[in-house]
């Protein structure tokens, strides 16, 4: 306890200079600004940036991105509240409350509440990061092949399932592309070269940054050359945005709730903070004494949606540091830098480096004092960010694809590559198919191959182990009810069982 409360405070010191500091002000306000763009998302926005921290020392070039991050989860707020339009996929709820509360002329107070629950969410979220990643850490020490087979696996499941609710089938096709996208290159355990078609380029296989770029930059490019609509700011706020003690502290069992079912949504492989606003309004509103205001402008509604989607940033760490398996598809794009930049993610994290993860904490806790400083004192004059047109900004975009394609490898091939994943996302996105199962798919694709072959070389090709060892034996369960209640006649009979005994119990 005491070391890992002296490595925070090394954490906290080590960003206390000057240019540690200029690069949290600068990357948390272009994280909102990011934010506050519709149709550029976190993660569009981290793996945009990724190659511009390329020559950057390992410590500042996380430390930009992870601001970057957390900056645009919050930033998605302004045009949900302003403009009913989400900036990014996480401020989706927020709207429900949030621009209702703009058009009755609070719009001020329905952003400053937005920033206070964003700050309070990741503060929430970052105790649980720094209590629960040593432990999981441990644990994960006594996982062998077996184990992280299913635990791949079971991130992309669950990312699938929870990505595409009303039709969990197109969320695992799309994590089965990305799985078949992985196993294209040479494999290691015998150096074979698969699935290239006589392509020499592709011996390497797929490089996840040009595959990102192109699934969530390239396609949203595409999405807006289709939708030339744009929409205008209609209403500006001359009411307060500081909101009072007594309105923050008035909901404070509803932020405690929305921040640890943030967390835990989090640490959910894969998710994404829209899944972690979602489940924190819809519990808010179940168990709400003013349930009926939800959607009609209440601030609890708005609390609890802001404070949940925050909350998943650094729970999205936990499995991000301890397991290697992404929490969200931008934390997919940290797990990329991490490894360019040196740092290696995973169960030996906390015996290598054990100093990152209290460095990532300390990172977390000052993009949150800047996010609270720029929402509260800067929220008008990020208004006129939201009066760029978008067809000018993609242009801007379009650049920084190809830039951040080609800078790592210098490769025109990986240029192609964006484009030809442009292309696809385009098209599953008009046909409503999830992009974080996809992504985590690519992410995950080496991990599940390695240890499914791995685990079947140790036993001379007996796959028992992967069903009688004990945490196999859980997991593998838990994929099999995941899917099994993926399907709606099961679903439907079960929950009809439920109600029945519930019933019966009230009787």
């Given at each position: 306890m005491l070391d890992g409360l002296g490595m925070l405070l090394g954490g906290i010191t080590h960003f206390l200079t000057p240019l540690s500091l200029f690069n949290i002000a600068w990357a948390t306000l272009l994280g909102i600004v990011i934010g506050a763009l519709p149709g550029l998302t976190a993660t569009m926005g981290v793996a945009l940036l990724v190659t511009l921290t390329y020559k950057m020392a390992p410590d500042q070039a996380i430390l930009c991105l992870m601001c970057i991050y957390s900056g645009a989860i919050y930033g998605g707020s302004r045009t949900a509240i302003l403009l009913a339009i989400p900036g990014t996929p996480a401020s989706a709820a927020t709207t429900l409350d949030g621009h209702p509360l703009a058009l009755q002329g609070r719009a001020?107070?329905?952003?400053?509440?937005?920033?206070?629950?964003?700050?309070?969410?990741?503060?929430?979220?970052?105790?649980?990061?720094?209590?629960?990643?040593?432990?999981?850490?441990?644990?994960?020490?006594?996982?062998?092949?077996?184990?992280?087979?299913?635990?791949?696996?079971?991130?992309?499941?669950?990312?699938?399932?929870?990505?595409?609710?009303?039709?969990?089938?197109?969320?695992?096709?799309?994590?089965?592309?990305?799985?078949?996208?992985?196993?294209?290159?040479?494999?290691?355990?015998?150096?074979?070269?698969?699935?290239?078609?006589?392509?020499?380029?592709?011996?390497?296989?797929?490089?996840?940054?040009?595959?990102?770029?192109?699934?969530?930059?390239?396609?949203?490019?595409?999405?807006?050359?289709?939708?030339?609509?744009?929409?205008?700011?209609?209403?500006?706020?001359?009411?307060?945005?500081?909101p009072k003690l007594s309105e923050i502290l008035k909901y404070w069992k509803t932020t405690m709730r929305s921040g640890v079912i943030g967390t835990f949504v989090g640490i959910v492989p894969g998710v994404g903070e829209d899944v972690g606003a979602w489940a924190s309004y819809a519990a808010a509103k179940r168990v709400s004494k003013e349930a009926h205001l939800f959607g009609k402008g209440s601030q609890e509604g708005l609390i609890a949606a802001e404070t949940g989607n925050s909350a998943v940033v650094p729970g999205a760490m936990i499995p991000t540091l301890t397991l290697a398996l992404p929490g969200s598809a931008a934390a997919a794009v940290l797990i990329a830098a991490m490894f360019i930049h040196g740092i290696r993610p995973g169960p030996l994290l906390m015996t290598e480096s054990p100093d990152v993860l209290y460095q990532i904490v300390a990172i977390l806790l000052f993009s949150t004092l800047a996010i609270l400083v720029f929402g509260l004192t800067l929220t008008k004059p990020l208004l006129t960010v939201l009066s760029v047109p978008r067809e000018r900004l993609m242009a801007v975009v379009y650049v920084l694809c190809v830039v951040g394609s080609f800078a790592i490898t210098q490769r025109m091939f990986d240029i192609y590559v964006m484009v030809a994943f442009g292309i696809v996302g385009f098209i599953l996105r008009e046909m409503k198919y999830p992009m974080a199962p996809l992504v985590l798919g690519i992410i995950l694709g080496d991990l599940l191959d390695l240890n499914l072959r791995r685990g079947l070389m140790l036993t001379n090709g007996d796959p028992t182990p992967f069903f009688t060892r004990p945490i196999s034996a859980v997991i593998c369960l838990i994929i099999v009810l995941t899917i099994l209640m993926s399907i709606p006649a099961i679903s439907m009979r079960v929950r009809a069982l439920f109600d029945t005994r519930r019933a019966g119990i009230d009787r």
């Open positions: 001020g107070l329905a952003m400053g509440l937005a920033t206070t629950s964003s700050a309070l969410g990741t503060v929430i979220g970052i105790f649980a990061l720094a209590l629960i990643a040593p432990l999981l850490a441990e644990a994960a020490l006594k996982f062998g092949s077996y184990e992280f087979f299913w635990l791949a696996l079971f991130g992309v499941v669950i990312s699938g399932q929870l990505t595409a609710m009303d039709d969990p089938l197109k969320g695992y096709i799309a994590g089965i592309l990305g799985l078949m996208v992985a196993m294209v290159g040479m494999e290691t355990l015998h150096a074979h070269q698969r699935f290239t078609f006589g392509i020499p380029a592709l011996g390497g296989g797929v490089d996840l940054i040009p595959a990102m770029v192109g699934a969530f930059g390239f396609a949203e490019i595409l999405g807006v050359i289709k939708r030339t609509a744009q929409a205008r700011i209609v209403s500006s706020s001359e009411d307060r945005v500081v």
